[in-house]
């Protein structure tokens, strides 16, 4: 299924912080858009605008043509790494994701054995999340947001803490999920890989989204 993604003219502000400007993007399935920009120039915040997790002061998010209302909407059929996701400590990775999966689509520990290995866990391992390394938990958290094949992915960061050979094998996953179809919004620090992955590359600059590159 197509999907867009339209934030126009949005503005969010916080007390006397305006820290979303003037931001528009549009965005449709099978493409991969990176936003990059300092610390503090307010990635997570509009990423946390369209997910629905916060709202908006002024403008408008339009989610596959239908304008959003104001309240309450949660963006839907998205898999989302925004911050770190908070995973039980004391089970493994696979009873993490069987728990989260099992919500809605009931026990399927074929599956989640093979998105494990997609992402280069050990699906049988039975180390608790607790004692999992930083590069290990964002692989789990990667698996997370991928694990329900959601047409959407918003990913903040999500080669936070991966060492070289991690970063390359989350390139090729992410690289797949595009030529799958899936419309996926990234915000990175590294070039490199903004550069490799991304179809369109935003800046975020005085709350502005500035347009830097075109594929
Ligand atoms: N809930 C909140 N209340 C008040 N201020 C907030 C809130 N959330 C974010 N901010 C502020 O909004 C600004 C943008 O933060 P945001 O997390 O979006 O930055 P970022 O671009 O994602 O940065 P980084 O690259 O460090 O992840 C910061 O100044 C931050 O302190």
């Known amino acids: 299924m197509m999907r867009t993604i339209e934030v126009k003219n949005g503005v969010k502000c916080f007390g006397e912080q305006q820290v979303l400007?003037?931001?528009?993007?549009?965005?449709?399935?099978?493409?991969?858009?990176?936003?990059v920009g300092h610390n503090g120039s307010g990635k997570t915040v509009l990423f946390k605008c369209i997910c629905g997790f916060m709202n908006l002061d002024e403008g408008e998010i339009i989610?596959?043509?239908?304008?959003?209302?104001?309240?309450?909407?949660?963006?839907?059929?998205?898999?989302?790494?925004?911050?770190?996701?908070?995973?039980?400590?004391?089970?493994?990775?696979?009873?993490?994701l069987d728990i989260l999966y099992r919500i809605k689509h009931g026990k399927d520990t074929a599956h989640l054995k093979n998105i494990m290995e997609k992402v280069g866990l050990s699906p049988d391992s039975k180390k608790k999340v607790?004692?999992?390394?930083?590069?290990?938990?964002?692989?789990?958290?990667?698996?997370?947001?991928?694990?329900?094949?959601?047409?959407?992915?918003?990913?903040?960061?999500?080669?936070?803490?991966?060492?070289?050979?991690?970063?390359?094998?989350?390139?090729?996953?992410?690289?797949?999920?595009?030529?799958?179809?899936?419309l996926i919004l990234l915000a990175s620090h590294n070039r490199e890989d903004i550069d490799i992955l991304c179809d369109e590359v935003y800046e975020m600059e005085m709350g502005e989204l500035k347009r830097i590159k075109n594929k």
């Open 130 to 182: 607790g004692n999992y390394s930083m590069g290990m938990k964002q692989r789990l958290a990667i698996a997370q947001a991928i694990m329900e094949n959601q047409e959407i992915l918003i990913l903040d960061e999500p080669m936070n803490g991966l060492d070289h050979k991690g970063v390359e094998e989350m390139r090729e996953l992410f690289l797949n999920l595009k030529k799958e179809g899936k």
């Open 21 to 35: 400007r003037d931001v528009s993007i549009q965005c449709a399935s099978g493409h991969i858009y990176g936003i």
């Open 63 to 96: 989610i596959d043509g239908t304008k959003r209302s104001k309240k309450g909407a949660i963006l839907t059929g998205a898999g989302i790494i925004i911050e770190e996701p908070s995973f039980l400590k004391n089970a493994s990775g696979q009873r993490n």
